[in-house]
């Protein structure tokens, strides 16, 4: 799925694309058998991509003293090929593109060599850049491969990028699409704007927005100041919150889209549970601690399930926050038509052989 116009197309279906967790040992060294077992979970869930080497990959795999970002990437690709050619599918891989202007050219065509079909372009590392740097700089990364943009929240690292970033950034020919996840209203609202006035229809918009997962994809949005231009939607997620109970958030990505599609009232179940996530990912994601927690949340449904070890992280200081094991615990109890633990239970052997 080398040409971009087919890397379009997919992602414009509407995609579950979950961030690939790091699977560590004790010692917090990669455990490729775990790791590849997460890739074959996402696969038989039905997620239709994977990104890799994100913000829930840890960022710090890029640091010399692990040099981990071409093995993770790698195992990650050789995985979901495995996976495709027994399936006859095609998974569409998103590798995580960091650092400044150099490193980040490096990293995409690092990525790209092996066999990934988008970059999800961090911008943290340009903390102070203008606008007119912020886009030099995309433009030089996506000469090497088709882009994703990103609104990443300022909590977890990002920075705020006005509108006038985004509309400049959206005349950028390989501009595939773009994870809108500042877990904010008015910046989201600034990304569709700038791609509404734009009047581009092949930019993929996906949701991140934890905090608003299931009305991102619910919601349409009139933003134009075309007023015969056609609402724009989010049509799918990558998101770290779909690392966990991946198989019942394919079908929730399902609803949505068939209800957005419909055109249809939303059901009051629908309502009901957009706030059921949201709760589960206040656990997860650590919300009440500003996030802290959010990687070791992750990691410890993937422990409970089986999946992992342990919820050990490259820096030993990440880890769960005080109580919020216990909130992890509420949210189980309360929503276990959200989690997938028997399909889980079912098939987590085959997946770790």
Known sequence: MANTDL??????????????????????????????????YYHAAGAGGLAVGVHTTQFAIRAKKHGLLKPVLELAATTASACDAATGRHTLLVAGICGKTQQASTEAELARSLGYHAGLLSLSALKNG??????????????????????????????????????????????????????NRYQTVDVLRAVANSGRA???????????????????????TDQNSLPLRFVGGLLGHWAVWTC???????????????????????????????????????????????????????????????????????????????????????YPHLADDEFVAKHIDEWLC
């Open 248 to 334: 019942n958030a394919v079908k929730l990505h399902d609803e949505c889209r068939t209800l957005a599609r419909s055109g249809k009232s939303i059901p009051q179940q629908m309502l009901r549970r957009a706030i059921e996530v949201t709760d589960c990912n206040a656990a997860f994601f650590d919300a009440a601690n500003h996030f802290h927690g959010c990687i070791p949340g992750i990691h410890e449904i993937l422990r409970r399930q089986g999946f992992l070890e342990g919820t050990w992280c490259l820096d030993p200081k990440e880890i769960l926050s005080p109580g919020q094991s216990k909130e992890i615990d509420r949210v189980c109890r309360a």
């Open 7 to 40: 890397i379009r197309k997919r992602l414009l279906e509407g995609l579950v694309i979950p961030a690939h967790p790091l699977a560590l040992t004790r010692s917090r060294r990669l455990d490729e058998r775990r790791q590849r077992a997460l890739s074959r």
């Open 202 to 224: 092949d930019i993929a918009l996906y949701t991140g927005n934890d905090d608003n997962i299931v009305m991102d994809l619910l919601t349409p949005h009139h933003l134009s």
């Open 130 to 183: 203008t606008v007119s740097e912020l886009i030099f700089h995309c433009r030089t990364v996506a000469r090497a491969i088709p882009i994703f943009g990103f609104y990443l929240q300022p909590a977890a690292g990002g920075r705020l990028l006005p509108y006038e970033f985004w509309r400049r950034f959206v005349e950028i020919e390989n501009v595939v699409g773009i994870k809108i996840a500042p877990f």
